[in-house]
């Protein structure tokens, strides 16, 4: 659907202009000169000819056969244009024209009533208010930017019409190839989706880079997104993300989520490797179009001198890859070919005042050795270092082994002809050793998604009648939240354990509720208005008899009555006190964009202060529940440490998965807390203290 775009027999560009300077010369000036092997038709009702191309009053005088059209004329005028154009069969537009939705108003209003047409039509579009679509195999440049990048493997799509000017200047000085240019602009019609599923099915992308701010159908991007990353590397960097969210949030989770939690969840689920800058973006992209992938985390560091290879050596630890361990027969290699004073172990160190000879004999040793899955090459420029004949054998050396080589020669004024050489061979190069690291990071763990098979959600026999209910009568009352006791009838329907809990309305209720149950018990107040029952003295434990129970009844009634005398009291809930074990919380938000967002982490009170916590987008299957788990820095405490006994992970993957299919079957639902869930030792499953819920 979108090869108009990127193949087109034709082009005609509507507001073409014969004067230098304007948007439309530029394009008919950048469509010449790039050499687009098809016709070009410039439409200027007050020019004969542009650019030596014979020019047309309207278009209804371009002949047959047009592909892709181009607009560069007044937003007011673009709509019906673009009705002409699919009377006249093209199915492709770019409206470079500005004025629509970033202007607002009336701006807004004219995209709003287009990206409606142009779906009756069948029409694609691309923009409005961008730079235009660049495919470097077709010879194809409908942009207006100053310039053509080399023929290559990497893809890139952006919102940021400026950003892609930028990035195709720097691409043409640093001789950096592209398969495809895409600038996105206001996403009337066409999206970032769009353009990733056409290019992964792109024969002539190897690797697919994006710019975006934000995405509009969070579920569609991330299924575009698993699809591509299975078969190509998708590389994106996401700007804004400290913007806080679209709607207040009263959960733990709503508070401690958010737009930057919600992409980091989406992009680890689908497979997107997140760069954290322009710079970084690129660091990624040249190393994934010209290395193979490493088949381990085992990265072994070459150099010349002491000090950068400790340095490198420093960033592995700080990193998820690790230092390789040279078998003994590399080590014996070493020894051989190095002088006494060198360095045998990893970092290899080679001296400074290492020949080309020597150099050659450290790679190809480390590179032979089954223990190295990737090696990084570093130099410093001493007088007697041959940097040029340095790059060469990194060259030839990384084209015998199969390996991936990144290299960090350090320096400026020296390396300019090693540079050219290590550029000729593909081999990464960057100016220090911990972005050459970060870089083989990324494409480990590539690798390991690609070998990463997901589990299915699991499907729970439960009672969505109950909570449907709840829910409904929640409603009735016009209320957004629902009280304790109704969020525990809603996730006991969906399966959690729960404490044995009776609600008093008098002393004498919650004394005789005790003693049947058992002492200790907890008293609880219960009202739909109170969210945070510790900070208004709701809550009492451990007590140990009946007259406990009865003082800690009045206590909690006067406490809350002060804090809050208007709240609506339904009574106290008597409630089995469920010791050992640990505490931890569960929660959903719905965001905007990508649906149900599933938290866990550290319970109890200390949950926002600690901000210990791990998200994912639902429906989430055991082995993302499980990864969520380990994810936390407090992770070796549900371990167990101190010779305390593991705690029962299998009961809070089963209660994560739990809620994941909760808030998948009821979207009304907004956000979700379960906390604490106390988790008891190992085999003897988790049981939910306290929970509550909110609802469209």
Not at 351 to 379: C, F, W
Not at 497 to 511: G, H, K, M, S
Not at 595 to 605: A, N, R
């Amino acid at each position: 659907m979108l090869d108009g775009f990127f193949k087109p027999n034709a082009v005609v560009v509507i507001g073409a202009s014969r004067e230098e300077g304007k948007v439309g010369f530029s394009i008919v000036n950048n469509l010449v000169q790039a050499g687009f092997p098809g016709p070009i038709y410039p439409v200027n009702p007050k020019a004969s000819e542009i650019r030596g191309l014979p020019c047309y009053p309207d278009l209804t005088q371009v002949p047959d056969g047009v592909d892709l059209a181009v607009l560069v004329i007044p937003p007011k005028v673009c709509l019906p244009t673009l009705e002409a154009c699919a009377a006249r069969g093209i199915r492709s537009a770019i409206v470079i024209s500005a004025g629509f939705k970033e202007v607002g108003g009336e701006g807004a209003e004219i995209e709003k009533v287009l990206r409606a047409r142009v779906r009756e039509l069948g029409i694609r579009v691309v923009g409005p208010n961008c730079l235009g679509v660049i495919d470097t195999k077709s010879r194809l440049n409908a942009t207006f930017a100053a310039g053509m990048p080399p023929v290559g493997e990497i893809a890139f799509f952006s919102q940021s019409g400026a950003l892609c000017t930028a990035i195709l200047d720097w691409a043409i000085g640093n001789d950096v190839g592209f398969s495809k240019f895409i600038s996105l602009g206001n996403k009337a019609d066409t999206s970032e989706v769009d353009f990733i599923e056409a290019l992964a099915a792109d024969p002539e992308t190897r690797v697919i880079l994006g710019y975006i701010e934000g995405v509009e159908n969070g579920q569609r991007f991330m299924q575009a997104a698993h699809a591509a990353s299975r078969v190509k590397p998708l590389i994106i960097v996401k700007s804004g993300g400290t913007a806080a969210g679209a709607r207040a949030a009263s959960s733990h989770t709503g508070t401690l989520a958010g737009s930057e939690k919600a992409f980091i969840a989406a992009f680890r689920q689908s497979g997107v490797i997140r760069a954290e800058s322009i710079e970084e973006l690129f660091n990624f992209a040249r190393a994934f179009a010209s290395q193979p992938l490493p088949t381990g985390p085992r990265l072994c560091i070459v150099t010349n001198a002491g000090g950068p290879g400790i340095i490198a050596a420093d960033a592995v630890e700080r990193s998820t890859v690790k230092m390789a361990a040279l078998a003994p027969e590399t080590v014996e290699r070493l020894r051989a070919a190095l002088p006494p004073t060198a360095a045998l172990y990893n970092p290899v160190d080679v001296i400074g005042d290492a020949k080309q000879d020597r150099y050659q004999a450290a790679l190809e040793a480390v590179a032979a050795d089954p223990n190295v899955d990737g090696v990084l090459a570093l130099t410093t420029p001493q007088a007697m270092t041959e940097n040029d004949k340095f790059a060469e054998v990194v060259g030839q050396t990384a084209k015998r082994t199969g390996k991936p080589f990144f290299t960090a020669f350090m320096g400026e004024a020296s390396l300019g002809k090693a540079r050219a050489v290590l550029r000729n061979y593909g081999i990464p190069q960057y100016p220090y050793p911990e972005p050459a690291v970060r870089t083989f990071e990324a494409m480990v763990r590539y690798r390991q998604w690609q070998e990463y098979t997901p589990v299915p959600p699991r499907e729970y026999t439960v009672e969505k009648g109950r909570v449907a209910l709840a829910i409904l009568e929640a409603r009735r009352a016009s209320r957004t939240q629902l009280g304790e006791r109704e969020a525990r009838e809603v996730i006991a329907a969906y399966g959690l354990r729960l404490p044995q809990n009776v609600l008093a309305r008098t002393v004498d209720e919650a004394v005789a509720a005790a003693t049947a149950m058992g002492f200790p018990v907890a008293l609880k107040i219960v009202s739909p208005d109170i969210l945070h029952k510790t900070d208004v003295g709701g809550v009492r434990l451990n007590l140990a008899d009946a007259g406990a129970v009865a003082q800690g009844f009045a206590g909690i009634d006067a406490s809350v009555r002060r804090f809050f005398p208007h709240a609506a009291i339904q009574g106290i809930g008597v409630q089995e006190m469920v010791v050992g074990g640990k505490e931890v919380i569960l929660g959903m938000t719905r965001d905007p964009q990508f649906g149900p967002l599933l938290m866990f982490g550290l319970g109890g009170i200390y949950v926002e202060v600690l901000k210990d916590v791990a998200f994912r987008v639902a429906p989430i299957g055991p082995d993302q529940a499980e990864a969520m788990i380990r994810e936390i820095r407090s992770f070796p405490l549900l371990r167990g440490v101190r010779g305390e006994k593991p705690s029962d992970l299998h009961a809070i993957v089963d209660a994560l998965c739990r809620l994941s299919q909760l808030c998948v079957d009821f979207p009304e639902v907004l956000e979700l807390d379960v906390n604490p869930l106390l988790v008891r030792p190992e085999g003897e499953g988790a049981v939910a203290i306290d929970a509550r819920l909110a609802i469209d």
